[in-house]
């Protein structure tokens, strides 16, 4: 499913306020498109490690899951369209030195 399209659906299947479980319950197997679709995550992988906490609306669970996803559905890293502003290489990590585009 597209991540836009998951608030609307969230508030058409779910009674709010709703927990943790019983969310993982029914959307668990939704799977959360990433840029790559080789990289998308289950809503059941994002919500799993959080402690039991219960949404009031489907915004706040859209939120919460917006806020959980893995950094495979960042865009391009290091990208900035703003302006001329690099980074050092000496300011990056050494995972970091190592893409190539």
């Known amino acids: 499913m597209q991540i836009e399209d998951l608030p609307g659906h969230f508030d058409e299947q779910l009674t ?3 927990d943790r479980a019983t969310v993982i319950e029914q959307f668990g197997e ?3 498109e990433a840029p790559d679709q ?3 995550e289950t809503v059941s992988t994002i919500l799993r ?9 489907p ?26 502003q690099t980074v050092d290489a000496s300011e990056r ?4 030195r190592d893409i190539s585009f």
């Not at 990590?93 to 970091?96: A, K, L, R, T």
């Open 30 to 32: 939704v799977e959360v």
């Open 49 to 57: 490690p959080l402690t039991d906490e219960t949404y009031d609306s």
């Open 59 to 84: 915004d706040e669970l859209y939120t919460t899951i917006i806020g959980n996803l893995s950094e495979e559905y960042i865009g391009r890293k290091f990208y900035d369209d703003r302006g001329q």
């Open 16 to 18: 709010y306020p709703a």
């Open 93 to 96: 990590s050494e995972d970091e």
């Open 38 to 40: 080789d990289d998308s």
